[in-house]
């Protein structure tokens, strides 16, 4: 039978964790393991003062890599690469992680909020003092006269905050195993737990990073924003022309009217009217270009990069708890501009030489076009080839699969042109005469919006927020589209309200409710009061949902509330219903979908370096960089959904990129 064993570090590092991430941080030559706290099979904290000299015991060195111990801790991975730093690479698969437990079962992520939501009693709970103490022993301190211009604070300096600090750590360990064993009722599958390590090991594999390119692109970016600030001052007179404030008062004064903003909308609408002296014009141009020189992206890179120019730490397994998808960190790789600059080499190779005449000549506006090139930062490594494939309209395959809607499936099982077919349902035109060329192909763009905006109970707010007025659509003819979309996907609506129906039975009376290939149920465990309304998924993993009960929405009918981070990312209520409820099944199985894949990829040789949604990246060695068998692999069927119609496509390349 396995031993059990919890453990929290305490450590000390002057590289900063937020900014740099887990992987920098530990790299770095002057990390050290200050304490070590641990619990062997739940008995007593036992604290390991290294930081005085105290050694780890000979027995817990060999069970860090011993199978006949499994090892906890929240957050795992952090403790996994400290220890790996001095006892080499440890076994990924003996570990468990228990922030991503609670993530996995609808809690937040900290150990202290964690702690809160659970409702633990307050000897469980971490102690509230260890923010402080972290910032006394843990990070660089600034050199004064009064501390003796010491850069840090050791042991010796505060032996009564160190004693403090030794306690915050056991506390830690207590709170851990509170937390696992509130949890353990709701336990994460096998599957689920092996894509963890999975994750783990792509997230230490990391990416290379193009660091000629990224220098390049930060003094390119800081002279461009140089030189348009010293042409704003000249225009304007202003001190600071950057400044929302001072420039909207100038612009107001200069146009006669009072602007309540200075965003994005605003500046486009004023570029736009007739009638700007060249001062506003320019002025505006300039505060719109000033919008796309930030380099925060290359500076994100630039303090995370390793010492062997990889940047690592870029996925939070389970960032987004609602679905189970992964969350961007550091880089934020999911929300990287598009590349549509050609020649997309000659651009990269005139930023890494440091011409900005040459490519203003070549590609128009500098900012615009170091934006776009953040993407390629990410790079193959030596002798390697990038390759890329993403599945095509995954969300829109998924959730025709889950209702049944078969003339979507036919669509996807043949030509796979969704907007016309969508525009084609709705308006009873034959999908044959929605082409350029002809009159009907401006029906196109109707079915498009409809199929981005529609299919998750939205109506015409959706289609707006989805940029349906900009696309020529007026706003008079957009309750029709709502209207003809619906009809036309039955099934999809009729799965709106089935699964609000479930949800609403499952909480009002107990039990389980399946609605197609999903199974909503009321959980409770009577040992620890915890309450849920579960969603089991066809891949066998389940969405948690916790505390439900229904309330009484804006339109006097029953809602759906629970317990989870709200949009202001506290623990508090949230809404739902049954279209927002969809939306998670569907992103939970597309994300299904995608590690799957990815699982699928590792066994084959194919190393991930990060992925995006529906989209992954590998880089291999160019005479095994196959893109075919790499697509084949993403479409081959899943095992519990032999029938969703899958596919996929890509590219291969020295550089990431985004058409």
Same mark, same amino acid.
């Given at each position: 039978?396995?031993?059990?064993?919890?453990?929290?570090?305490?450590?000390?590092?002057?590289?900063?964790?937020?900014?740099?991430?887990?992987?920098?941080?530990?790299?770095?030559?002057?990390?050290?393991?200050?304490?070590?706290?641990?619990?062997?099979?739940?008995?007593?904290?036992?604290?390991?003062?290294?930081?005085?000299?105290?050694?780890?015991?000979?027995?817990?060195?060999?069970?860090?890599?011993?199978?006949?111990? &499994?090892?906890?801790?929240?957050?795992?991975?952090?403790?996994?690469?400290?220890?790996?730093?001095?006892?080499?690479?440890?076994?990924?698969? !003996?570990?468990?992680?228990?922030?991503?437990?609670?993530?996995?079962?609808?809690?937040?992520?900290?150990?202290?909020?964690?702690?809160?939501?659970?409702?633990?009693?307050?000897?469980? !709970?971490?102690?509230?003092?260890?923010?402080?103490?972290?910032?006394?022993?843990?990070?660089?301190?600034?050199?004064?006269?009064?501390? *003796?211009?010491?850069?840090?604070?050791?042991?010796?300096?505060?032996?009564?905050?160190?004693?403090?600090?030794?306690?915050?750590?056991?506390?830690?360990?207590?709170?851990?195993?509170?937390?696992?064993?509130?949890?353990?009722?709701?336990?994460?599958?096998?599957?689920? @737990?092996?894509?963890?390590?999975?994750?783990?090991?792509?997230?230490?594999?990391?990416?290379?990073?193009?660091?000629?390119?990224?220098?390049?692109?930060?003094?390119?970016?800081?002279? /461009?924003?140089?030189?348009?600030?010293?042409?704003?001052?000249?225009?304007?007179?202003?001190?600071?022309?950057?400044?929302?404030?001072?420039?909207?008062?100038?612009?107001?004064?200069?146009?006669?009217?009072?602007?309540?903003?200075?965003?994005?909308?605003?500046?486009?609408?004023?570029?736009?009217?007739?009638?700007?002296?060249?001062?506003?014009?320019?002025?505006?141009?300039?505060?719109?270009?000033?919008?796309?020189?930030?380099?925060?992206?290359?500076?994100?890179?630039?303090?995370?990069?390793?010492?062997?120019?990889?940047?690592?730490?870029?996925? @939070?397994?389970?960032?987004?708890?609602?679905?189970?998808?992964?969350?961007?960190?550091?880089? @934020?790789?999911?929300?990287?501009?598009?590349?549509?600059?050609?020649?997309?080499?000659?651009?990269?190779?005139?930023?890494?030489? #440091?011409?900005?005449?040459?490519?203003?000549?070549?590609?128009?506006?500098?900012?615009?076009?170091?934006?776009?090139?953040?993407?390629?930062?990410?790079?193959?490594?030596?002798?390697?080839?990038?390759?890329?494939?993403?599945?095509?309209?995954?969300?829109?395959?998924? &959730?025709?699969?889950?209702?049944?809607? @078969?003339?979507?499936?036919?669509?996807?099982?043949?030509?796979?042109?969704?907007?016309?077919?969508?525009?084609?349902?709705?308006?009873?035109?034959?999908?044959?005469?929605?082409?350029?060329? #002809?009159?009907?192909?401006?029906?196109? !763009?109707?079915?498009?919006?409809?199929?981005?905006?529609?299919?998750?109970?939205?109506?015409?707010?959706?289609?707006?927020?989805?940029?349906?007025?900009?696309? *020529?659509?007026?706003?008079?003819?957009?309750?029709?589209?709502?209207?003809?979309?619906?009809? /036309?996907?039955?099934?999809?609506?009729?799965?709106?309200?089935?699964?609000?129906?479930?949800?609403?039975?499952?909480?009002?009376?107990?039990?389980?409710?399946?609605?197609?290939?999903?199974?909503?149920?009321?959980?409770?465990?009577?040992?620890?009061?915890?309450?849920?309304?579960?969603?089991?998924?066809?891949?066998?993993?389940?969405?948690?949902?916790?505390?439900?009960?229904?309330?009484?929405?804006?339109?006097?009918?029953?809602?759906?509330?629970?317990?989870?981070?709200?949009?202001?990312?506290?623990?508090?209520?949230?809404?739902?219903?049954?279209?927002?409820?969809?939306?998670? &099944?569907?992103?939970?199985?597309?994300?299904?979908?995608?590690?799957?894949?990815?699982?699928?990829?590792?066994?084959?040789?194919?190393?991930?370096?990060?992925?995006?949604?529906?989209?992954?990246? &590998?880089?291999?060695?160019?005479?095994?960089?196959?893109?075919?068998?790499?697509?084949?692999?993403?479409?081959?069927?899943?095992?519990?959904?032999?029938?969703?119609?899958?596919? /996929?496509?890509?590219?291969?390349?020295?550089?990431?990129?985004?058409?």
């Amino acid at each position: 039978m396995a031993h059990h064993l919890s453990i929290d570090l305490e450590t000390f590092s002057s590289v900063d964790l937020k900014k740099s991430g887990m992987f920098k941080y530990i790299e770095s030559p002057d990390f050290q393991i200050l304490l070590f706290a641990y619990s062997l099979d739940g008995e007593p904290v036992q604290v390991i003062d290294i930081a005085a000299g105290e050694i780890i015991p000979p027995w817990l060195v060999s069970a860090l890599s011993d199978p006949g111990f &499994i090892k906890h801790a929240y957050n795992a991975a952090f403790e996994w690469c400290g220890l790996s730093k001095y006892f080499g690479m440890l076994p990924v698969d !003996q570990w468990r992680c228990t922030m991503f437990h609670g993530l996995y079962c609808g809690y937040t992520a900290g150990l202290e909020a964690t702690g809160k939501a659970l409702g633990l009693a307050a000897d469980k !709970q971490k102690l509230n003092s260890g923010k402080a103490l972290i910032r006394y022993f843990c990070v660089p301190c600034r050199p004064t006269k009064t501390n *003796g211009g010491r850069t840090r604070n050791l042991p010796h300096h505060d032996p009564d905050k160190w004693a403090l600090f030794k306690e915050y750590n056991r506390q830690d360990v207590v709170t851990e195993m509170e937390i696992e064993k509130r949890l353990s009722a709701f336990p994460v599958p096998d599957f689920v @737990q092996k894509e963890w390590e999975t994750d783990l090991r792509i997230n230490a594999r990391g990416v290379m990073v193009d660091m000629n390119l990224v220098t390049g692109a930060l003094t390119m970016g800081e002279n /461009a924003r140089a030189a348009l600030i010293e042409e704003a001052m000249k225009i304007s007179g202003l001190d600071n022309p950057n400044s929302v404030k001072q420039l909207k008062d100038w612009l107001g004064a200069e146009l006669d009217e009072e602007l309540p903003a200075l965003n994005k909308e605003t500046v486009t609408r004023l570029l736009n009217r007739d009638g700007n002296s060249d001062a506003v014009q320019r002025m505006l141009e300039i505060r719109q270009e000033l919008g796309k020189t930030s380099t925060k992206k290359y500076d994100a890179i630039e303090a995370a990069v390793c010492s062997d120019g990889r940047v690592r730490g870029l996925l @939070q397994f389970y960032g987004a708890n609602r679905t189970g998808r992964w969350a961007g960190r550091l880089v @934020q790789v999911q929300n990287l501009p598009r590349t549509y600059t050609e020649p997309l080499s000659l651009a990269r190779d005139l930023v890494i030489n #440091n011409q900005p005449d040459a490519l203003r000549l070549v590609c128009g506006s500098i900012s615009d076009t170091l934006s776009q090139l953040i993407r390629t930062s990410f790079v193959a490594s030596r002798n390697n080839l990038l390759v890329d494939a993403d599945f095509s309209a995954i969300e829109a395959r998924v &959730i025709s699969w889950l209702a049944g809607e @078969q003339w979507r499936l036919d669509v996807f099982r043949t030509h796979g042109k969704i907007y016309e077919a969508s525009a084609s349902q709705m308006f009873g035109v034959p999908i044959e005469k929605i082409k350029k060329g #002809n009159p009907e192909y401006a029906l196109r !763009q109707k079915g498009k919006v409809a199929e981005l905006a529609l299919g998750y109970q939205g109506s015409v707010g959706a289609l707006i927020q989805m940029g349906a007025l900009n696309m *020529g659509l007026s706003e008079e003819e957009l309750p029709d589209i709502v209207s003809r979309w619906r009809e /036309a996907n039955r099934r999809i609506r009729d799965l709106w309200y089935a699964i609000e129906n479930a949800a609403v039975r499952v909480i009002s009376e107990g039990g389980s409710v399946g609605v197609g290939c999903v199974l909503l149920s009321r959980e409770f465990d009577n040992s620890t009061g915890t309450d849920c309304m579960t969603i089991l998924l066809p891949s066998g993993r389940k969405l948690y949902y916790i505390n439900p009960k229904l309330g009484v929405n804006q339109w006097n009918k029953p809602s759906i509330v629970y317990m989870g981070v709200n949009d202001k990312n506290k623990w508090g209520e949230i809404e739902t219903y049954g279209g927002k409820l969809v939306e998670n &099944i569907v992103q939970a199985i597309a994300r299904d979908c995608l590690a799957c894949a990815i699982e699928r990829l590792e066994a084959a040789g194919m190393p991930v370096v990060f992925h995006i949604h529906d989209e992954v990246v &590998i880089d291999i060695p160019a005479d095994h960089a196959d893109l075919d068998t790499v697509v084949q692999i993403m479409r081959a069927p899943i095992p519990w959904a032999a029938d969703l119609p899958l596919n /996929a496509d890509g590219w291969t390349g020295t550089f990431f990129r985004k058409d």
